[in-house]
């Protein structure tokens, strides 16, 4: 690699103090750092450094979403073609459902990359800090989140909102309040309903005509409409009109996610397997996932005891399969930065977002989804529950003080 | 009561180069340096001129605030040169040994009192040899501390292995104890490992309350011990003194001679055979490593390689050194180093394979490893720090000059040895120390 070396040993004058090209010091950085870690030493103070850095960690959570990015490629062409009614087996035409998903979904994390990072390098020339790799995250999150018929600029905006607002004005990386792919989501969510909800953006049709009876619902829209007449809690649709046979088949379809929803969510499978990644890593924290998991099951334990509408009465298990639950719990609800800091705060913090997050999904009137409400309101909630386990401290220290009359 | 303590959080940094359990005596170093800058805080006023005589124990300069606190010369000779840095300020005052080797003597028959004891120690140089918690400095001899706690084992890596050093210095240990007890109506607090058992000069000593600490490092930091028996509370004080140099003020105590002479560990992996030898505080480095490392980029460390000093190969050996660690410097830019498996490289985190080899020895170098950032990752700086503190929330009061919170979180119980391994763990490599060091200095200016 001494060639790549030479070339950054020559244009690095450049952009040192003196170049020309000076003011764009940070942006050659970010590059030169990612294709070497820096030679640089410690000072006094610790002489030895941990292995780890930043862009490891970023880079190891970036391989936990892989799967889900995989299989969100193919399911959004698994979709696609049972809605034309082709090849509706599960098996039938893997590549064929792989290459239309992928030639779908791979744009929208290009644009999110492109125009998150773009924004990024942006910033750091024009304040003079270093491009933080949290954005490696935040670029794939985004596309994860998001259903695969969004269109591009719907994508460029979103991510555009969320880079400045949800991240630069408060400071970078680190400094943020609200998880930055949460922020694209909710600002697409409120900017653009019609593209974020209902029955026709889960699924690319690519404006052929779909089967007699297709729907395109996620089984949250099912369940959410099944006051209304339709029939859930025991006997679900399929997105191509069939009955799945039963709640098990129901649960195993939403287990390995073959399923209608945004591109990332569907297969708790492909989400656990990120999950085991981060937590062997140590770098999703447990607490959080844990408690989270406890809270969602708590919340639709209770609605099921006490249920007066079918949705309340979903099983606790399905309700925890299906929708974004176990994407929220495993990659949105664990981001270090806006999550709570503390040990015991973790416990709560988690705890309150998932059983929040069912709460909303089943009471909340206007869209059958609530765990990005519950995440980002627990973000904003997370200062404050970290107050209240520090002052706990503060207060074990000072009951140690000898009282001197 | 003596407690039998275990710590849990905290990590062993294991590294190739331990010193083995042999002694050998360093050769006579050709040059002694006394640094006001090993005494934080301090403001030196200087009693000597370059080119006057002096014989081990005599003043080189005292404390600006305390005319009775000297700081003395460890060997005879002449004053041969005084290192000045920006603003004037003292660095080293060099001195050229005479070979004589002639002490001053001080007359050691009456330590009835604590006044004595300490008039005694203050002008034979030893008293800085005792430390206070909080701000981690210089004790105030003015001050009455709540209790006195000596570390009779250091767990950092590489560390000095007071068993071995100590043995056969039972008369001298007793005797350091039996001054130090005499300073404070409260315990003396020997705090030995758990794992093994101590030498007879700590498992004999009388007059102390022992306690064991078992568990990774930072056991056997006297920060953390405190915390765990008698912690530091707002407008308390705290001494503490290193296990060999309570020996030395014993040894003092019974001779009436400064011998400022010491075992330390010349330890790391750039150390050809690391063993122990006997030297001098204050000697040349030269003195010591001459011939003993390796060749190449080498960086000498003055103590551990968590909170040592760096020096050149001109430098000198701190005050408070037990061990002089050498290891490579690492200059070298990696290609994709943080997306390579570096098996050779040591993590507390998972995302290397580290924690896979929990009993290999490291060559760790002096690379960061990673540049600069904002905090992002939590929890990292608590799975090291075995005390009922949030380090992260304490060094951020710290940042921000909030000095409510500083004392609110904690701070008088910290210093920055005792969260060395959060520096040495923070994925965005932040300066720990450095910045709690300030958080102690303004706390200090400001709280007192």
Known sequence: ?405 | MSKNIKIRKGANIKLEGAAERVKAEAPKATSFAIKPTDFHGLTPKLVVKEGDSVKAGSPIFYDKYNEHLKFTSPVSGKVSEIVRGAKRKILEVKIAPDGANSFEQFDVSDLSSDVKVKELLMASGLWPLIKQRPYDVVANPQDSPKAIFISAFDSAPLGADYDFILHGQKEAFQAGVNALSKLTKGKVHLNVRGESAPDVTFKEAKGVERNTFSGPHPAGNVGIQIHHIDPVNKGERVWTVNAQSVAMIGRFLLTGKADFSKTIALAGSEVEKPKYYTTVVGSNIASIIDGQIKAGDNRIISGNVLTGTQVSKDGYLGFYADVVSVIPEGREPQFLGWLAPNTNKLSFSKAYFSWLMPNKKFNLNTNMNGEDRAFVMTGQYESVLPMDIYPVHLIKSIMTKDLEKMENLGIYEVAPEDMALCEFACTSKMEVQKILREGLDLAQEELG
Not at chain 1, 41 to 52: K, L, Y
Not at chain 1, 197 to 207: L, Q
């Open chain 1, 1 to 405: 690699m001494q060639f790549l070396r030479n070339i950054f040993d020559n244009i690095r004058p450049n952009f040192e103090k003196g170049g020309k090209l000076e003011k764009y010091y940070k942006g050659f950085e970010a590059l030169e750092t990612f294709a070497f870690t820096p030679g640089h030493v410690t000072h006094n103070g610790t002489h030895v450094r941990d292995a780890i850095d930043l862009k490891r960690t970023m880079f190891l959570v970036v391989i936990a979403l892989v799967p889900s990015l995989l299989f969100g490629m193919w399911n959004t062409g698994h979709q696609h073609f049972l809605a034309l009614g082709e090849m509706t087996g599960l098996a039938d035409g893997l590549m064929d459902k792989f290459l239309f998903g992928a030639l779908k979904v791979l744009p929208i994390v290009i644009v999110s990359y492109g125009v998150g990072l773009g924004i990024e390098f942006l910033f750091a020339i024009m304040k003079n800090h270093s491009v933080n790799e949290g954005y490696l995250v935040s670029g794939l999150l985004i596309p994860l989140v998001l259903p695969s018929e969004i269109p591009l600029w719907m994508v460029a905006v979103a991510t555009a909102f969320a880079v400045l607002i949800g991240k630069e004005v408060f400071g970078g990386t680190g400094m943020n309040i609200l998880n930055p792919a949460l922020t694209a989501r909710a600002f697409l969510f409120f900017a653009y309903p019609t593209k974020m909800s209902g029955n026709t953006v889960w699924i690319s049709t690519a404006g052929e005509s779909t089967v007699d009876g297709y729907t395109g619902e996620t089984l949250l829209s099912q369940a959410y409409n099944a006051d209304k007449g339709a029939d859930f809690g025991g006997i679900a649709y399929d997105a191509a009109g069939n009955h799945f046979g039963s709640i098990a088949d129901t649960m195993w379809a939403s287990f390995w996610g073959w399923i209608p929803g945004s591109i990332g969510e569907t297969s708790v499978f492909a989400i656990l397997l990120g999950a085991a990644l981060l937590i062997a890593t140590g770098i999703g924290s447990w607490r959080i996932m844990l408690s989270f998991l406890v809270g969602g099951l708590v919340m639709s334990g209770i609605f099921n005891a006490f249920a007066v509408n079918s949705f309340m009465a979903v099983h606790p298990l399905q309700q925890i399969l299906m929708g974004s639950f176990m994407f929220g719990m495993v990659f949105m609800a664990t981001d270090p930065v806006s999550a709570s800091q503390t040990e015991m705060g973790k416990w709560i913090y988690g705890f309150l977002a998932g059983f929040l997050g069912i709460m909303i999904r089943v009471f909340n009137p206007a869209y059958p989804e609530g765990i990005m409400m519950a995440i980002l309101f627990m973000n904003v909630m997370a200062p404050l529950i970290d107050h209240y386990v520090i002052q706990a401290n503060v207060k074990r220290r000072l009951k140690r003080v000898p009282v001197t009359a």
